[in-house]
């Protein structure tokens, strides 16, 4: 982040920083213009980078020759082709979120970057204190709601006193506990529910707002029953919470091979060739497109009807670039609705695999708490008009158009299934954590549904196919 703005937080507020060079102002002022950006284009990488200067000669204009600001203009003027010179307000406001970091005298919150788990938690502070502020009149009820937040201040959620290795990449601290982050949640989700869904003027919303503080706006569907939480980066999901249960179903961490390093989200989707398996990971990185990982713009939204559109254009370059795409998320009571439209830009037939990614946060992945079944609407596995359990160990299914999730923890089914038959492939995720014993656990921390759908695109053609999670108590 040395060469470009970036976003450095502290109590919810936030500030745009640029990285400047006051070495390239004295070598202006002793050697001019001319040999400083000369020097810049020989440094120069393929990816650029951004550099603020401000000439402080300027200031001194009486003591100089007026000739010297109309002819340092006309220097930098025979670089316009080569170097892109502008305001920082300019730079400011450009779509492509920023980094956020923080510097050596907050060296401690350093930790909300390297572990994104832990700085979505912070977020969430932030923003149940927003509810809580705005309980007016009630003082008893405002306390209470007080006291309940302060459970989330556990000085482990947030420090680095409990780590133990996590493969040769590094360290998890104490937010890698799964049981202890969903304590957290469920603790601010139960603020939540009495401040707003159990007051009688509560009305569902969706609002645009920079949930996590990084300089880009973030979609928050707040319905009577579902939250679900929506970043730009891939159009994901990085919280869907059931209010009845109090419980994050999106309650994830950053995996250590993940860049730019983000909590695992839910529909992140992929583009691979036909012939690949699973969840693509068989196909040559040169052939797979993550849309997961670009930034989608939004495209139209109706806030009194909970609906958003985002939008991804087709590319220049790049493995399967002639791929419009857009996505569309539907918050209705109990029911996410997510609907896809995939346009052939190209002048070409298009075959290709869509794989998208979901995350469901269970209490535990044993069979006393979590049991998996798989069916469609015309026959059932088995012919017996019954739903088929899937074992744990199971590496995929084929052709199923829902999938069961019995959350035996909170007493209720999750239910993701599609318009049209996909296969998938269920995995569960766990990460090492020291315990208060100071042994190392592999802990069980999130199953992730991978569904795939084989498509084939005429030239200028357009499919669309649905995907919907749905609670039932």
């Known amino acids: 982040y040395y060469n470009f703005p970036c976003i450095c937080e502290d109590r919810g507020l936030y500030i745009t920083v640029f990285p400047l060079f006051s070495s390239l102002t004295r070598t202006i002022r002793e050697r001019g213009i001319t040999a400083v950006l000369d020097g810049l ?10 550099r603020a200067v401000f000439p402080d000669f300027f200031s001194e204009t009486s003591d100089i020759d007026e000739l010297v600001i109309p002819r340092f203009f006309d220097e930098i003027s025979r670089y ?3 170097i892109n010179f502008s305001l920082p307000s300019d730079e400011l406001y450009q779509d492509t979120p920023l980094q956020k970091v923080y510097f050596p005298n907050t060296v401690g919150k350093k930790f909300l970057v390297d572990f994104p788990e832990a700085g979505l938690l912070y977020a969430k502070i932030s923003h149940t204190k927003r509810f809580i502020s705005l309980l007016k009149g009630d003082k008893e009820r405002k306390k209470g709601a007080q006291e309940d937040l302060w459970k989330v201040g556990d000085f482990s959620l947030f420090c680095c006193s409990d780590l133990c290795q996590h493969g040769n990449d590094g360290q998890y601290p104490g937010s890698a506990n799964a049981p202890l982050r969903n304590a957290a949640y469920k603790a601010m989700l139960e603020v939540e529910r009495r401040t707003t869904r159990e007051w009688h003027g509560w009305v569902p919303s969706l609002v645009s707002r920079d949930f996590d503080f990084d300089g880009a706006l973030e979609y928050l569907f707040q319905g009577a029953l579902v939250n679900c939480f929506v970043r730009q980066r891939g159009a994901a999901v990085f919280e869907l919470d059931y209010l009845p249960a109090a419980w994050n179903y999106q309650n994830t961490i950053a995996l250590a091979t993940q860049i730019p390093r983000e909590t695992e989200s839910s529909f992140y989707d992929i583009i691979a060739p036909q012939n690949c398996t699973g969840n693509g990971e068989d196909a040559a990185p040169a052939t797979v497109r993550r849309l997961g990982t670009e930034i989608w713009r939004q495209d139209d939204i109706d806030r009194k009807h909970l609906r958003i559109d985002f939008r991804l254009p087709a590319r220049e370059n790049g493995p399967w670039a002639a791929l419009e795409s857009h996505k569309e998320y539907k918050l209705c009571d109990n029911t996410l609705t997510v609907r896809y439209k995939l346009i ?5 037939q298009l075959n290709f695999s869509f794989i998208t990614r979901l995350n469901l946060s269970f209490a535990d992945d044993k069979d006393k708490m979590l049991r998996i079944f798989a ?7 088995n012919n017996t008009s019954e739903k088929r359990p899937i074992a744990l160990t199971s590496t995929g299914i084929q052709q199923v158009e829902a999938i069961d999730f019995q959350d035996i923890n909170n007493e ?6 599609s318009d049209s038959a996909f296969d998938s492939v269920i995995k569960q995720f766990s990460a090492p954590y020291k315990n208060a014993l100071g042994e190392i656990i592999d802990q069980y921390q999130w199953t992730s549904i991978w569904p795939r759908k084989q498509i084939t695109l005429n030239a200028g053609a357009t499919t669309e196919f649905v995907f919907k999670v749905e609670f039932f108590k």
């Open 80 to 82: 316009e082709a080569d």
């Open 344 to 348: 052939n830009t190209d002048a070409k």
């Open 412 to 417: 209720l089914i999750v239910n993701v299934s």
């Open 41 to 50: 284009l020989s440094k120069r990488r393929s990816h650029g980078f951004v």
């Open 375 to 381: 069916y469609d609407t015309w026959q059932s596995f």
